[in-house]
T-cell receptor, first 112, second 110 residues
Framework: EAQVTQNPRYLITVTGKKLTVTCSQN?????MSWYRQDPGLGLRQIYY???????DKGDVPEGYKVSRKEKRNFPLILESPSPNQTSLYFC???????????FGPGTRLTVL | GIQVEQSPPDLILQEGANSTLRCNFS?????LQWFHQNPWGQLINLFY???GTKQNGRLSATTVATERYSLLYISSSQTTDSGVYFC????????????FGTGTRLKVLA
């Protein structure tokens, strides 16, 4: 089944403890992206990747890192999480930039 | 950057009613999608529609790119249509950044 998977789906952590949220797609898509969703603000793009080893900032990249070493994986790294990063995170992929995006199930992160 | 506005922000309908949701954007776009976020938080693709008209069952969408808006029509609404509807656009600047609107929250009453 064609899909975007994210792990973990739920995470509660403490301020400053490094964490990684994984994202994987099995559709051989070139483009991948991370978003965060906060009440009243809709979804905002954190980072995106046009292809392996090609990443770029979205609208809210501060406090996040990403890497794209393989086409199928696009992990989101929070090196020192803070409470204002408590949010619902979505990963998405697309055959290429400008085409239809497909979203993962979301990861609900709470930073205490 | 490009601005995306959705209206109305909230909508309550009786089951069986029709509705129109609107998405306005401030600049030319390469890509426009409509999504439904169900009460469990899942984002479901409805339409990829940078221009023209598409239909899928009770839902249809029209994008008039030259006038910078898109409409999502829901006919004969059902309680399962409840949730939040988002439009998202990618501008023509070539950066492949996506901008979401803040959504229309729809509640369909039985």
């Amino acid at each position: 089944e064609a899909q975007v998977t994210q792990n973990p789906r739920y995470l509660i952590t403490v301020t400053g403890k490094k964490l990684t949220v994984t994202c994987s797609q099995n559709m051989n898509h070139e483009y991948m992206s991370w978003y965060r969703q906060d009440p009243g603000l809709g979804l905002r793009q954190i980072y995106y990747s046009m292809n392996v080893e090609a990443t770029d900032k979205g609208d809210v990249p501060e406090g996040y890192k990403v890497s794209r070493k393989e086409k199928r994986n696009f992990p989101l790294i929070l090196e020192s999480p803070s409470p204002n990063q408590t949010s619902l995170y979505f990963c998405a992929s697309s055959p290429a930039g400008g085409l239809e995006q497909f979203f993962g199930p979301g990861t609900r992160l709470t930073v205490l | 950057g490009i601005q995306v506005e959705q209206s109305p922000p909230d909508l309550i309908l009786q089951e069986g009613a029709n509705s129109t949701l609107r998405c306005n954007f401030s600049d030319s776009v390469n890509n426009l999608q409509w999504f439904h976020q169900n009460p469990w938080g899942q984002l479901i693709n409805l339409f990829y529609i940078p221009s023209g008209t598409k239909q899928n069952g009770r839902l249809s969408a029209t994008t008039v790119a030259t006038e910078r808006y898109s409409l999502l029509y829901i006919s004969s609404s059902q309680t399962t249509d409840s949730g939040v509807y988002f439009c998202a656009v990618e501008g023509t600047s070539g950066t492949y950044k996506y901008i979401f609107g803040t959504g229309t929250r729809l509640k369909v009453l039985a």
